[in-house]
T-cell receptor, first 112, second 112 residues
Framework: GEDVEQSLFLSVREGDSSVINCTYT??????LYWYKQEPGAGLQLLTY?????DMKQDQRLTVLLNKKDKHLSLRIADTQTGDSAIYFCAEYSGGGADGLTFGKGTHLIIQP | DSGVTQTPKHLITATGQRVTLRCSPR?????VYWYQQSLDQGLQFLIHYYNGEERAKGNILERFSAQQFPDLHSELNLSSLELGDSALYFC???????????FGPGTRLTVT
């Protein structure tokens, strides 16, 4: 079955760039997503990328996709305290499942 | 604010009881998905409805059921509740199955 893996924690200093990594196993993934969850809140869709793209940039966010290695990353430039949250990688492959398959989430910790 | 609403925000009930969670999708979205978020299982896809019809099932227990009404709101029914059903339940909506999913704020269910 599908599997999405992320490291559990990432600690960065305020103002630095954060890079959150994700690997997935389903080669038929068509869309890959990054969601953000703040404490006590729902999941906020940050960005997504189609599997036929290599990169997508949206303001401070850059998504890189290496389809050969099934590796996805999210770079947050100039990390701020408001970026402190759990970041989930998710993939959608359609077919019979339809739901998203999520990783366990990466806790981004910002040091002053 | 994603435009997806869920009620109630919190629910506390006893083992063996039955509860109903409600979700209203974003205006114009025909797809509604239900997910369960727990500490041990992470985010798991439960079920997907599209324009009133069940489209796909994920890891949904037989004690759980859902429906989508003509006005497109959806309800998730959980019966014979067990302690292990305590979790955050999210619904998400999208215009159609292959589009990005927008999540509601969730319902926190506590079974005592």
């Amino acid at each position: 079955g599908e599997d999405v893996e992320q490291s559990l924690f990432l600690s960065v200093r305020e103002g630095d760039s954060s890079v959150i990594n994700c690997t997935y196993t389903d080669s038929s993934s068509t869309y890959l997503y990054w969601y953000k969850q703040e404490p006590g809140a729902g999941l906020q869709l940050l960005t997504y990328i189609f599997s036929n793209m290599d990169m997508k940039q949206d303001q401070r966010l850059t998504v890189l996709l290496n389809k050969k290695d099934k590796h996805l990353s999210l770079r947050i430039a100039d990390t701020q305290t408001g970026d402190s949250a759990i970041y989930f990688c998710a993939e959608y492959s359609g077919g019979g499942a339809d739901g998203l398959t999520f990783g366990k989430g990466t806790h981004l910790i910002i040091q002053p | 604010d994603s435009g997806v609403t869920q009620t109630p925000k919190h629910l506390i009930t006893a083992t063996g009881q039955r509860v109903t969670l409600r979700c209203s999708p974003r205006s114009g979205d025909l797809s509604v998905y239900w997910y369960q978020q727990s500490l041990d299982q992470g985010l798991q896809f439960l079920i997907h409805y599209y324009n009133g019809e069940e489209r796909a099932k994920g890891n949904i227990l037989e004690r759980f059921s859902a429906q989508q009404f003509p006005d497109l709101h959806s309800e998730l029914n959980l019966s014979s509740l067990e302690l292990g059903d305590s979790a955050l339940y999210f619904c998400a909506s999208s215009p159609s199955p292959s589009y990005e999913q927008y999540f509601g704020p969730g319902t926190r269910l506590t079974v005592t």
